[in-house]
């Protein structure tokens, strides 16, 4: 009877132990979580490269004879008259971005082919076309802010064109009432200046961006002197080429690395 009771008192607290030892936590590890990948941001850094189509304004009345040094009794037989027309500009541009947080820095160099004629002078004895710019090039820095996909930029450096120089070799004019012909001894159509202006550009997906611009090309002076026979009077003019180009262009950006992963979600 006693050894009968000792078997059912140690069933009984086996049973209590095990009910007990079923409310305690759980000591294994939970289960994974489900990854989410970080959410990533639109950067600006990258190469690119596109295209741009615009107008050229010339931005000056400078017809040459502005500011002509006549010298031993030259002189002209009437004045110059200029026509300013806008002309179409076209070509391409390269470029590299590098984001820094909010700040944009980089370099672009373009091409441009000017269309038409905005410097023409006309005289009755000075008889010209002035010059006239058919290819324009820059490169300049760029530097701005970056609101996501909204680039807001200034820019400037070197610009390069040339074209053709309009001006005869040999025009009338005149030395004391007397009419006489003036031979060109020099001229550069080449010329070298400086490009500023500013811009915005808005990436519409993560390689393609459109951009409007203003830039102010001033390329210098283009001087022409021309002489008398024997070369004791002649006279130099110059036109000063200056351009307000406002235009739209498109770009294709490589980019290395892909958007940035700024912030990760559980």
Request: zero cysteines.
């Amino acid at each position: 009877m006693f050894r009968r009771l000792i078997l059912s008192t140690a069933a009984i607290a086996a049973m209590i132990g095990s009910a007990a030892a079923a409310d305690l936590p759980s000591r294994r590890p939970p289960p994974p979580v489900a990854y989410v990948p970080p959410v990533p941001i639109f950067t600006w850094t990258g190469f690119y490269v596109g295209v741009n189509a615009g107008g050229a304004f010339r931005a000056n009345n400078d017809n040459g004879f502005n500011n002509a040094a006549f010298f031993g009794g030259a002189s002209p037989f009437a004045t110059a008259n200029v026509n300013n027309s806008a002309r179409f500009i076209g070509g391409g541009q390269v470029g590299v971005n590098y984001q820094i947080n909010q700040f944009v820095v980089g370099v672009e160099g373009d091409g441009q082919a000017l269309v038409g004629s905005n410097n023409n002078n006309n005289t009755f004895g000075f008889v010209g076309n002035g010059s006239t710019t058919s290819f324009l090039g820059t490169v300049r820095g760029r530097a701005g802010l970056a609101f996501d996909r909204v680039l807001v930029y200034g820019t400037g450096g070197v610009a390069f064109g040339g074209g053709n120089n309009n001006w005869p070799n040999t025009i009338i004019g005149n030395i004391g009432g007397a009419p006489t012909f003036f031979t060109a001894n020099n001229g550069n159509n080449t010329r070298v200046g400086y490009a500023v202006g500013a811009g915005a550009e808005y990436a519409f997906t993560p390689n393609w961006s459109v951009k409007v611009e203003y830039l102010f090309a001033d390329l210098g002076r283009n001087n022409r002197t021309y002489l008398a026979p024997g070369g004791l009077a002649g006279f130099s003019v110059n036109n000063r080429e200056q351009e307000h180009i406002v235009r739209a262009g498109l770009n294709y950006r490589f980019g290395w690395g892909g958007s940035v992963p700024v912030l990760a979600r559980y």
